[in-house]
């Protein structure tokens, strides 16, 4: 333990208090402005980090493992509070070990460990530590970096008198799962372990999917501004982005734009095609502010809408108006994915071919965290709605005239009595951009 000035959170040293929640449930969720101030109590990182790292160790007791190895960039940044740049997240360059009651290594990429004891007061200094393993496969197995690390863990395992315990792993390169097998050690799943940790948020978290958004919210109101015939799918792309990242967002994660006749069948993707009038169209804006995501359609018409596109949008609206209804504290997922249509009367062959079009998920650190709701799983595998759970729930409907649809997603906060929408750029009638 490290006794530096400044190390005020002693990591290992937690207590009951750092697993509550604090919920302010008031009259409407706050959404802050992004900058610390002394005149208002706004976001208090170091409960953040405390709560994120005691919900950890509690989903860890909860399991039969005794150690967390996580490569997860969510993961690790969670547990840690670490995050050194959205180019990390596909590269499996880092890594984190929480073993029982200590307090969590990270392997970090070069100097950055450097950086990290000097700037993260909240970690053991002697616990940041400079290493890498596979990076992909760019640096191969034979090189030895993985038989050197698993040994390292396996033997700051045993320090911590967890040696005959399984550990958790949420993913690694296949060669690190035999290094760590040549070691001993009994590797389970543990990214089950992680996301029933994350599934509950705290108020900070709240707090921040709340203000993130908001900025959502500020970007589809340019984009009804806007959308007009000569205007290109990636030109909307581009001008979200700009506004994002002026606005504080950390990782545009990718924003999906589908017009005209791409409607229908959803691609999940944009392309270079000009808007025209009478289009149907709809974006999702899926960015974070801090690490907290978002997922958030919405759909527009361009200059007029027929009547079979605005057929669909308000069976659309009708949908996901009935699962918001549904959700309260108690009500498991198969009742809220009830309530949304069949795959085959929307003209798919089976649920998992429209998989994602009613749909519900967590939010949080990740995209796509539980609850996961869909007809395709909630049927036969129902989870239970608890309070602190944020998520996104999406319809989609077809319209007849073979090409448009409608595509809204809402956010939810569950509360103690049901749930409160922070998604609130208007969508309870189909929105004309530029009307003619």
């Known amino acids: 333990m490290s006794d530096r000035p400044g190390n005020a959170l002693m990591p290992n040293l937690l207590t009951p208090k750092d697993l509550e929640t604090n919920w302010e449930w008031r009259d409407k969720l706050p959404a802050h402005g992004h900058m610390s101030v002394d005149f208002e109590r706004r976001i208090d990182h170091d409960r953040l980090r405390r709560y994120r790292l005691a919900r950890t160790r509690q989903s860890l007791q909860n399991s039969n493992a005794g150690s967390l190895l996580l490569f997860d960039v969510n993961n690790i940044r969670y547990v840690s509070a670490t995050k050194i740049g959205e180019w990390e997240r596909d590269k499996m360059c880092r890594f984190c070990l929480l073993t029982g009651d200590d307090s969590p290594y990270v392997w970090d990429f070069g100097s950055a460990a450097v950086h990290h004891k000097r700037y993260s007061d909240w970690l053991e200094p002697d616990h940041c530590l400079a290493g890498v393993v596979g990076m992909r496969g760019t640096i191969p197995p034979e090189f030895g970096l993985m038989r050197k690390y698993a040994k390292m863990i396996a033997q700051l395992i045993k320090d ?235 319809t989609y409907c077809p319209a007849t005239d073979g090409y448009s649809a409608a595509r809204i997603e809402e956010e939810v906060v569950v509360t103690e009595t049901g749930c409160e929408v922070i998604s609130l750029f208007p969508a309870e009638e189909l929105p004309i951009a530029n009307r003619y």
């Open 160 to 394: 911590a008198g967890m040696a005959d315990m399984p550990v958790g792993v949420d993913y690694a390169e296949t060669a690190m799962f035999h290094a760590l097998q040549e070691e001993g050690i009994n590797v389970v799943d543990g990214q089950q372990i992680m996301l029933a940790a994350r599934e509950i948020k705290n108020w900070d978290e709240i707090q921040l999917l709340t203000q993130a958004a908001s900025m959502v919210d500020g970007v589809y109101h340019m984009i009804y501004e806007e959308l007009k015939p000569g205007i290109r799918e990636n030109d909307i792309v581009a001008m979200s982005n700009k506004l994002l990242y002026e606005m504080g967002s950390d990782d545009v994660e990718a924003i999906n734009a589908i017009s005209g006749e791409r409607c229908n069948p959803h691609p999940h993707n944009f392309t270079d095609r000009l808007i025209r009038p009478g289009d149907q169209a709809f974006f999702d804006i899926l960015q974070s502010y801090q690490g907290y995501r978002t997922c958030y359609y919405r759909t527009f018409n361009v200059g007029r809408a027929t009547p079979s596109q605005n057929d669909a949008y308000v069976k659309a609206r009708e949908w996901i108006d009935a699962s918001i209804a549904m959700i309260k504290p108690g009500v498991m997922t198969d009742k809220v994915a009830e309530v949304w249509p069949t795959a085959e009367s929307l003209g798919f062959p089976n649920e998992d071919a429209a998989f994602g079009l009613q749909f519900g998920h967590g939010l949080g650190l990740a995209l796509h965290e539980r609850p996961i709701i869909s007809r395709a799983v909630s049927m036969e595998h129902p989870m239970e709605i608890k309070t602190g759970m944020v998520f996104a729930l999406e």
